[in-house]
């Protein structure tokens, strides 16, 4: 399968949304998620997932299949990330009782999170523009959830020693 350049799939982030306000850091989001106040939506699509793997106890909600079902255009780069996987079972009526039932019945902030922290902050803004005004992005994304598992382990194993 050939990869697509997702640095380009994405508007950048001043086009987008003002950083302020929308980020939150992983620590602060793990915390969150730990007291059940927050739920980390993990927002790559499917084959990213597969490819690099799952951050455990998140929802997977993929960002360029929800944009295409609230008839927003995709870009060209988006468009081929979304065909370059399988797609989800997902229909409008599915994305909005998910994100009600995390966002109005059970209280929580949702938490966007992709593989670097760029497609999140895109996908909260769009969330808060649709008055879901409890939607943040976890700055730095799975990378940053990635450096964050090394460096446990690796403090875990000098502790053993």
Not at 46 to 67: C, N, R, S, W, Y
Not at 114 to 122: A, D, I, V
Request: hydrophobic share 40%; with cysteine; aromatic share 4%.
């Amino acid at each position: 399968m050939e990869s697509a350049d997702m640095s380009t799939a994405i508007p950048s982030v001043p086009e987008v949304a003002d950083k302020h306000g929308l980020e939150i850091s992983l620590n602060s989001a793990l915390e969150l998620c730990e007291l059940e106040l927050a739920t980390l939506v993990d927002i790559r699509q499917a084959f990213e997932i597969q490819m690099k793997g799952a951050i455990p106890d998140t929802v997977h909600i993929p960002l360029f299949e929800v944009k295409r079902l609230l008839g927003h255009t995709l870009s060209e780069n988006e468009q081929d990330i979304l065909d370059a996987g399988q797609p989800t079972p997902m229909d409008v009526q599915g994305f909005f009782t998910m994100i009600n039932q995390l966002h109005h019945v059970r209280d929580r902030i949702v938490l966007c999170i992709c593989n670097s922290g760029r497609r999140s902050l895109y996908a909260a803004s769009l969330l808060r523009s649709m008055g879901y005004g409890k939607a943040l992005s976890v700055a730095g994304g799975f990378q940053a959830w990635k450096k964050l598992q090394a460096e446990a382990a690796a403090a875990q194993d000098q502790n053993k020693k």
